[in-house]
Nanobody, 122 residues
């Protein structure tokens, strides 16, 4: 599976961005977004299962970000609203094709996109 992330950019605090993650084939288990700020470890942002019925968010983005997917287009999305400077990071999409388990651990995901940079200015 190859993942292509896009949609990053620069936005002012309070603004919105929509990230996309297009997969080369359908991901039957779980898709997630992670982010990594300079000098920090990669952290979990949100995840969605294959049919879109189950989502889970990091506390830091809950109520502001929404993860969704379009299985016809093999694409997952991350709608980010009310962005804050602390959301600045490289955002990565990831796929878990081995298990239905809800997990926030990066090593549980076996495919990764190349990352897209989100910069939020104050």
């Amino acid at each position: 599976v190859q993942l292509q992330a896009s949609g990053g950019g620069m936005v002012q605090a309070g603004g919105s961005l929509r990230l996309s993650c297009e997969a080369s084939e359908r991901v039957y288990y779980r898709t997630a977004w992670f982010r990594q700020a300079p000098g920090k470890d990669r952290e979990f942002v949100a995840t969605i299962n294959w049919d879109g019925r189950t989502t889970y968010y990091a506390d830091s983005v809950k109520g502001r970000f929404t993860i969704s997917r379009d299985n016809v287009k093999n694409t997952a999305f991350l709608q980010m609203n009310s962005l804050k400077p602390e959301d600045t990071a490289v955002y990565y999409c990831a796929a878990n094709t081995r298990s239905l388990m809800l997990t926030t651990t990066p090593s549980d995901y076996d495919y990764w996109g190349q990352g897209t940079l989100v910069t939020v200015s104050s």
